[in-house]
């Protein structure tokens, strides 16, 4: 009777311990049971560390995060069809912060605000203000958490430009001037030629960014808040004149120093390119700094140089159209006489939830970006090239020590975040285009001119009126008033707290 | 004589009564046939006539994503204006300039030709004032189209994605069934491992698209593609597929035909095991030579079915899109761009008005086409078989 007593006692205590168990591991993993459906973008990078960190937020909260991906060219058309037809396929999606206008107007992302206010663990204030208000913020919420910061810079093979005696490039002059004289030599040794300048063509692919780099320094002279694309008094774009002829020239001539096939590459071609040495120069985002230490991937590890982008020393006045040498009044933030605008190209990829997911469903995507982007993990991942992840936040380029463990030499961190600093500094960088049917502007009609002229289908000429009168159709069509309001609001966005 | 005709009224009322049966009958049937297949006919109509209307509806408006749904505004014949007519006109088209002392002789006798076949119908015995006037507007469409073919290959021209397509459509189509009918002929004959052959030819065609976009991305890559050392052993390291139009669009020709060989081979290899054995060795015992036999006895019998294979393939190839947008995407400029891939690109961006109506007018192209390529060879066999 006893040993029945005890027998009892002890499975009434077995049942209790597990119940508490239970309760407490339901406590500690408030998402259990819940699914998170991500959309992002095909990579590899930028969404490999979703995959990797998928099953580690899961172990934490009890969410499972799938992830779902389709090629850059797709993604916007994806989310929008997604969301505009109510089949709602997706919780939450990783895009592009230009996109922002068109997805939170017709009300399709929920505003994250409260939770980013109530969230200590995502440490907001060390994101840098200028990537917190422009990946994150639109119409005064909070729309998308930066998982990367991206702006465009100059890789050059330091070694290399040590042996013929080169400096790096200051303007586009010079950028053409050592490509040239880079072109055809031996660089990584293998006893082949190779190029001078690697950067992606292709159309459909991402290349459109590019032929903006070189624009910038003969676009915008007078600050930020001048832009670059549009001029705000008219709305008229900024393409058909001397500044942009002169890029597009520019543009087109790097294609002689380039691969045969530059006009079909992509950017994961050019960067495999630049990272078995068989490039001097190239532009890209700040993926190239880690992935160049990957003892995988790169074999020009400790030669890699990164740039603020060249500038010009002619500006273009916007009164004639015409190009006007550069000094204290039209170039006031120039250095040494050049006017540099570097470009915040594409801003960075962000993290932005669906309004038409289930509130629990909600909370679970925001905690899972929210996880991606806090120090502890984000710090580590944009040291690693194959993430696709760039510093973004203030402690990833205030501190050296996680990229002198992840590879780098003390010299070469301090170089690769210098620059990126120089960029984010520059008082007249360019903010990427930012208004409603950005991608139409952009991917639609300035990727298809741009591919048609450097296949000579148009002169420079033609290419630039080409623009013209495309962009002018695509504003007339929308609404020339609300997309001024809009180009101007995007001016606005403060680059300081 | 008085059974007779009693007889005769107990007859007609019995064969009124089987009449009236069989009519009743028949009401039933028609009744019951009509209940049938309405529920068939009205899936079909649901599922092929309403997108074809829809979408011509959305290709007559413009498409905005708004807060709670789309705003959808109707634009009249807009979108076809843009293509046709205004700032599309280039990307459609292209850039028309003067043809090349080729293209332009190409285009006379073309047209010569047409007007031939118009004015051979206006005198011939069956003509109405219907087909007087649907051949008028085909002389009229086909001396059109190809004259914007010839003005856009000219020196300076452009081609557009119209013209893109049609380069896509002919010249892949031609070769395909040239080297499927060629494969076809060598496999019919009693050689050691055709059996194996017949598989091996067929793979290309088992082989996803997406697959041979990709194959082929790697093997015309020059720099460090597959083939790479054969480009440099042949001392073309410097050459490339995505330099120029043509060339890109040879590497995307190469890939399609290269899939869509085993269709024409496998079809036409079934056609020539069909050839009737008693007129070939009829014509053998009368001294036909291989080229004689294969003229007058092998090609009439496979006619038809090279006809039907060929318009099968001619309207599949209007909408290629995969080969270019992975291979090329699209590039460089437009110079490998398809209307199919043109219409997607628009949809994409999202113009769904403009995508619709790039659409239609491939719908157009591929129907005319079609027609014209039924009635030619229909007027080609009647006369030779």
Same mark, same amino acid.
């Given at each position: 009777m006893r040993n029945l007593r005890s027998f009892l006692a002890l499975a009434v205590m077995l049942v209790l311990m597990f119940c508490l168990f239970s309760l407490a591991s339901a406590q500690d993993q408030p998402y259990a049971g819940v699914t998170v459906r991500v959309l992002s973008f095909t990579g590899p990078q930028v969404t490999e560390p979703l995959l990797r960190r998928g099953p580690d937020f899961e172990a934490l909260t009890g969410a499972h995060v799938e992830v779902t991906t389709v090629p850059f060219s797709d993604l916007y058309q994806s989310i929008l069809t997604d969301q505009a037809t109510g089949t709602n396929s997706y919780d939450a999606f990783v895009l592009a912060p230009q996109w922002l206008a068109d997805f939170v107007t017709p009300g399709y992302f929920a505003d994250l605000s409260g939770h980013v206010a109530s969230d200590? $663990?995502?440490?907001? /204030? /060390?994101? $840098?203000p200028f990537f917190r208000n422009f990946i994150a913020s639109y119409a005064g919420g909070v729309y998308s958490i930066p998982l990367d910061g991206d702006l465009h810079t100059i890789y050059y093979r330091t070694d290399v430009f040590a042996d013929e005696g080169l400096e790096p490039p200051k303007t586009w002059e010079d950028y053409l001037t050592v490509a040239a004289a880079l072109n055809g030599k031996d660089l990584n040794g293998d006893g082949e030629a190779d190029y001078g300048s690697c950067i992606p063509k292709r159309r459909a692919g991402q290349g459109y960014w590019w032929v903006l780099d070189v624009a910038g320094g003969y676009l915008? &002279?007078?600050? +930020?808040?001048?832009? $670059? @694309? @549009?001029? +705000?008094? +008219?709305?008229?774009? *900024?393409?058909?004149n001397a500044g942009f002829i002169r890029a597009l020239e520019i543009y087109d001539e790097t294609t002689q120093y380039g691969p045969p096939d530059e006009l079909n590459l992509e950017l994961n071609d050019t960067r495999s390119l630049f990272l078995t040495g068989r490039c001097a120069l190239t532009i890209d985002w700040g993926d190239i700094g880690s992935l160049s230490i990957d003892p995988d991937s790169s074999t020009v590890a400790g030669k890699v140089g990164t740039l603020l982008m060249p500038g010009s020393t002619e500006v273009v006045d916007r009164a004639t159209g015409a190009l006007v040498p550069c000094d204290e009044t039209t170039c006031p933030y120039a250095i040494d006489g050049v006017n540099h605008a570097p470009l915040a190209a594409f801003g960075g990829w962000g993290g932005a939830v669906s309004a038409a997911s289930a509130p629990e469903v909600q909370d679970a995507a925001y905690a899972f970006f929210s996880y991606m982007s806090q120090p502890a993990q984000s710090n580590v991942d944009v040291t690693m090239g194959k993430t696709g992840y760039n510093p973004y936040r203030l402690s990833q380029t205030a501190d050296l020590a996680p990229w002198v463990a992840a590879g780098f030499t003390e010299e070469g961190a301090a170089d690769y975040l210098g620059a990126i600093e120089a960029s984010l500094n520059s008082p007249n960088m360019i903010l990427d285009l930012s208004i409603p049917q950005t991608q139409r502007y952009q991917q639609v009609v300035l990727d298809t001119v741009i591919s048609q002229f450097l296949a000579g289908e148009f002169t420079a000429e033609e290419a630039a009126q080409q623009i013209y009168d495309q962009w002018q159709e695509v504003t007339d069509e929308i609404g020339r008033d609300s997309q001024q309001e809009a180009y101007l609001a995007s001016l606005r966005i403060s680059r300081d707290d | 004589m008085e059974t007779l005709e009693r007889d005769v009224p107990l007859s007609k009322t019995a064969s009124e009564r089987q009449i009236r049966k069989q009519v009743r009958g028949s009401r039933h049937d028609n009744t019951a046939r009509f209940v049938f297949l309405l529920p068939t006919v009205l899936i079909i109509l649901f599922l092929s006539i309403f997108p074809l209307v829809s979408s011509l509806l959305l290709s007559l408006t413009r498409v905005n994503f708004v807060r709670g749904g789309l705003d959808i505004k109707f634009i009249g014949l807009a979108n076809y204006e843009k293509l046709l007519l205004g700032s599309g006109q280039r990307h459609f088209i292209g850039s028309l300039q003067a043809p090349s002392l080729f293209g332009g002789l190409c285009w006379l006798v073309v047209s010569g030709l047409m007007i031939f076949w118009f004015m051979r119908y206006v005198q011939s015995t069956g003509r109405s004032i219907t087909g007087a006037f649907f051949h008028l507007l085909a002389t009229i469409l086909t001396i059109g189209m190809f004259w914007i073919v010839v003005a856009t290959l000219g020196e300076k021209g452009v081609p557009g994605t119209f013209v893109v397509t049609l380069i896509f459509v002919f010249v892949g189509v031609f070769f395909q069934y040239i080297i499927g009918l060629g494969l076809a002929l060598l496999l019919v004959? /009693? *050689?050691?491992g055709r059996r194996f052959f017949r598989v091996i030819f067929l793979l290309p065609m088992t082989i996803t698209p997406v697959g041979i976009g990709f194959l082929f991305r790697m093997m015309t890559n +020059? &720099?460090?593609?597959? @083939?790479a050392p054969i480009w440099v052993g042949l001392g073309l390291r410097d050459f490339s597929w995505a330099e120029t139009g043509s060339g890109a669009r040879t590497a995307v020709l190469i890939g399609d035909i290269w899939q869509w060989i085993p269709f024409m081979f496998i079809v036409l290899l079934a056609a020539l095991e069909g050839v009737a054995h008693e007129q070939v060795e009829a014509a053998r015992v009368d001294g036909a030579n291989r080229l004689q036999l294969f003229q007058h006895i092998i090609v009439p019998q496979i006619a038809p079915v090279s006809m039907t294979v060929i318009l099968i393939r001619l309207i599949e190839a209007f909408k290629i899109i995969d080969m270019p947008r992975l291979l090329t995407g699209g590039g460089p400029g437009t110079a490998t761009e398809s209307m199919a891939l043109h219409a997607y690109n628009e949809w994409r961006s999202p113009n769904l008005g403009g995508s619709a109506a790039l659409s239609y007018l491939l719908l157009f192209v591929v129907t005319f086409v079609a027609i014209m390529f039924v009635n030619i060879v229909r007027q080609r066999i009647g006369e030779h078989l």
């Open positions: 200590e $663990a995502i440490q907001w /204030d /060390d994101i $840098a915008q &002279s007078q600050g +930020t808040g001048q832009g $670059a @694309f @549009f001029d +705000t008094q +008219t709305m008229n774009p *900024l393409v058909n | 004959q /009693d *050689l050691p +020059t &720099s460090v593609g597959p @083939f």
